[in-house]
């Protein structure tokens, strides 16, 4: 009975991917709906579950299998951590969305399925990097910056976050990257997982990886994105001439730190899950995990509608 899930799940996992991803392909080149709409949508899931099986079937670190729990919760938070940037774009007015859906409800269930993609999608290019032993780690040398600098790390993220807010044409960029000092001295204090321990200790590999992971999704989101029918487009002040798809050749450099952004986002996310699960039994630990869930659905929502105000440009018919 072993043999099932081991073998025959993660087998299908991978046929099904590959299977929906060719499809939606060839749909979406002839415009059939609704591969041509959510065609981003479909290569995204599809790359997700076909590596997720891959992994898993050849001993690799899949969460999908693993911690299926831990890849639902991710992929809900995943909405969330988007979003954060959704509100620093009525800012920074640096993307726009084109040919999106009328329909109120189909259009935010969009968002929810493509924003939901972020971290499955940096996580899984991840470990799929580790497993095919990229950047493997030479002899350990420790080092970082001295827990007494951490005050430091939080004053530059406090700075890299209100300073596109008040000049946004020219700090915008600062944003892919603020988080990353503001929280990484929080998780270290906390226990969680934490860049900053992990160089104390003598390595920087996950670190690496996710800069490599963050430059491969970043090429894949700018690929499947100038193919769908509904898609963004950029209106990046300064560097906006010379593109590869739809970005600015200068903004690919900012899929590298937003990974790691990515990572330490959810670090604190899992280490807030983690203390509410240490807040004693009974209905004390349910309204915390309730007004968790029910600030996430509210803030979602809330931020849809501000897409749809400030960053939607056009509807299709």
Not at 297 to 317: C, E, K, N, P, Q
Request: net charge positive.
């Amino acid at each position: 009975m072993r043999w099932f899930p081991e073998r025959l799940l993660p087998t299908a996992g991978m046929a099904a991917g590959l299977v929906v991803f060719l499809w939606a392909g060839l749909q979406m080149s002839r415009k059939v709906e609704p591969y041509w709409t959510w065609y981003y949508c479909f290569a995204w899931w599809s790359y997700i579950l076909f590596f997720q099986s891959l992994l898993h079937r050849r001993g690799g670190d899949s969460m999908l299998f693993r911690r299926p729990s831990r890849f639902f919760l991710l992929s809900l938070f995943s909405i969330n951590l988007w979003l954060v940037f959704e509100t620093w774009n009525f800012r920074l007015n640096n993307w726009e969305y084109h040919n999106v859906p009328p329909g109120t409800f189909t259009r935010w269930v969009g968002y929810a399925v493509s924003f939901a993609t972020v971290i499955p999608g940096i996580f899984t290019t991840q470990s799929l990097l580790d497993h095919l032993r990229v950047l493997e780690p030479g002899r350990p040398a420790k080092g970082g910056p001295s827990p007494r600098f951490h005050q430091v790390f939080l004053g530059v993220g406090g700075l890299f976050l209100l300073l596109p807010l008040i000049w946004p044409r020219h700090f915008f960029p600062l944003v892919w990257g603020g988080f990353v000092f503001l929280l990484e001295p929080i998780n270290y204090r906390l226990g969680a997982p934490s860049l900053l321990r992990q160089w104390e200790e003598g390595s920087l590999r996950t670190f690496y990886l996710l800069l490599a992971a963050g430059l491969v999704c970043g090429f894949l989101w700018e690929f499947w994105n100038f193919w769908a029918g509904t898609k963004w487009q950029y209106t990046i002040p300064h560097v906006g001439r010379l593109k590869i798809f739809e970005m600015p050749i200068l903004g690919f450099l900012g899929f590298p730190p937003f990974a790691v952004e990515c990572y330490v986002m959810t670090s604190s996310f899992l280490a807030l899950c983690r203390r509410i699960g240490e807040e004693g039994l009974g209905q004390r630990r349910f309204r915390l995990r309730f007004l968790l869930g029910a600030g996430m659905v509210a803030w979602d929502l809330l931020i849809f509608h501000g897409i749809d105000l400030f960053t939607v440009a056009s509807f299709s018919r």
